[in-house]
Nanobody, 122 residues
């Protein structure tokens, strides 16, 4: 069974940087698509960045500041966040679509990380 562990959140001043990590553990799986979402207090969860194959997508508010990447050898997805702003404050969640061996068959499964809090002070 594949499990996700997120890390890297914390408190940072405006203009600073953080790198979030989402590590997948288990066996017999491969990445199909990966994404980062965030949810600020009192707001709906929004897609921040998504990667599938060679295609990436970013919400306009983070373009040029955030970068999604994957290290397949480490089974880890990253979100590098630079030039952080107070409005980036939120709980960040990774979302992975994996091709996983389940009960003898390969199936696509979707997993969510537990969330990590990013707080940007002004």
């Amino acid at each position: 069974q594949v499990q996700l562990v997120e890390s890297g959140g914390g408190l940072v001043q405006a203009g600073g940087s953080l790198r979030l990590s989402c590590a997948a553990s288990g066996s017999d799986f491969s990445f199909d698509a990966m994404a980062w979402y965030r949810q600020a207090p009192g707001k709906q969860r929004e897609l921040v960045a998504r990667m599938s194959g060679n295609s990436t997508h970013y919400v306009d508010s983070v373009k040029g500041r955030f970068t999604i990447s994957v290290d397949n050898a480490k089974n880890t997805v990253y979100l590098q966040m630079n030039s952080l702003k107070p409005e980036d404050t939120a709980v960040y969640y990774c979302n992975l679509v994996l091709l996983s061996l389940e009960a003898g068959d390969y199936r696509y499964i979707e997993l969510w990380g537990q969330g990590t809090l990013v707080t940007v002070s002004s």
